[in-house]
T-cell receptor, first 113, second 113 residues
Framework: EDKVVQSPLSLVVHEGDTVTLNCSYE??????LLWYKQEKKAPTFLFML????IEKKSGRLSSILDKKELFSILNITATQTGDSAIYLC?????????????FGKGTKLSVIP | GAGVSQTPSNKVTEKGKYVELRCDPI?????LYWYRQSLGQGPEFLIY????????DSGLPNDRFFAVRPEGSVSTLKIQRTERGDSAVYLC???????????FGQGTRLTVV
C-alpha cells in the first residue's frame, strides 16, 4: 500500500522567514510526486517532480526530489502571510493503471506578520 | 471551462437521503478523478475515469457510492442512504491524460445530519 508522510504537521513562522516542508513516501510503481497548496477547499497545483536532483522553481517556492532516499522537500523563502495554507504532498502510482494520487495529511503553515 | 467546476459548493442532507454531486472538468481533459477529504486528512482516492469508463473504482468505500461519466465530460458522484460518516469535502480533479498533473475543483462540502 502506498504511503506518504509529511512533516511537520503544522508550523508557525514570521513573515520573511524561510521554511522547509518535508515529504517521505513509499510507492510500488512510482511515476511522479506532486505538491499542492490548499486554501479553503481547492488544492492548487504547485509542482510535479519525476527526476531526482532537478530543482523545480516558481518565484519564492522551490522543490526537489530524491528518488533514492524516497523524499522531497518544498522550500519557501521570504514567507508572506499569503503563504498561509495547507501544503499537500502526493505520489502518483502507475501500477494500477489509474495513476491515482496518494496524499499525505499535509503541513499547515501559518505565517504571522 | 477555465477550471474544474463542482456543484453544489455545499450540501446539507439528512441521514438516509440520496445525494448527487456534479463535476464539470476542464474542457479536453480525458482523465477525471474523485477524491474525498475528511477533516485533518489529505484527499483519499475514490474513482478514476478515462473517457466514459470507470477505469479504477477501487477507492469507493462501499456499494452506496457510485459515479458516472456518460459522455466523457461531466461526471456525477451518487451516494445512496447517506450516513453521518459520509460528511466530508468531495473533490473532483481532471487532467489532460493520466500521467499529467491534475487540477482540482473547489469541492463540495457534504454534511449529513
Amino acid at each position: 500500500e502506498d504511503k506518504v508522510v509529511q512533516s511537520p504537521l503544522s508550523l508557525v513562522v514570521h513573515e520573511g522567514d524561510t521554511v522547509t516542508l518535508n515529504c517521505s513516501y513509499e510507492v510500488t510503481n512510482f511515476r511522479s510526486l506532486l505538491w499542492y497548496k490548499q486554501e479553503k477547499k481547492a488544492p492548487t497545483f504547485l509542482f510535479m517532480l519525476t527526476s531526482s536532483g532537478i530543482e523545480k522553481k516558481s518565484g519564492r517556492l522551490s522543490s526537489i526530489l530524491d528518488k533514492k532516499e524516497l523524499f522531497s522537500i518544498l522550500n519557501i523563502t521570504a514567507t508572506q502571510t499569503g503563504d498561509s495554507a495547507i501544503y499537500l504532498c502526493a505520489v502518483k502510482d502507475s501500477g494500477a493503471g489509474s495513476y491515482q494520487l496518494t496524499f499525505g495529511k499535509g503541513t499547515k503553515l501559518s505565517v504571522i506578520p | 471551462g477555465a477550471g474544474v467546476s463542482q456543484t453544489p459548493s455545499n450540501k446539507v442532507t439528512e441521514k438516509g437521503k440520496y445525494v448527487e454531486l456534479r463535476c464539470d472538468p476542464i474542457s479536453g481533459h480525458t482523465a477525471l478523478y474523485w477524491y474525498r477529504q475528511s477533516l485533518g486528512q489529505g484527499p483519499e482516492f475514490l474513482i478514476y475515469f478515462q473517457g466514459t469508463g470507470a477505469a479504477d473504482d477501487s477507492g469507493l468505500p462501499n456499494d452506496r457510492f457510485f459515479a458516472v461519466r456518460p459522455e466523457g465530460s461531466v461526471s456525477t458522484l451518487k451516494i445512496q442512504r447517506t450516513e453521518r460518516g459520509d460528511s466530508a469535502v468531495y473533490l473532483c480533479a481532471s487532467s489532460v491524460g493520466p500521467g499529467t498533473e491534475a487540477f482540482f475543483g473547489q469541492g463540495t462540502r457534504l454534511t449529513v445530519v
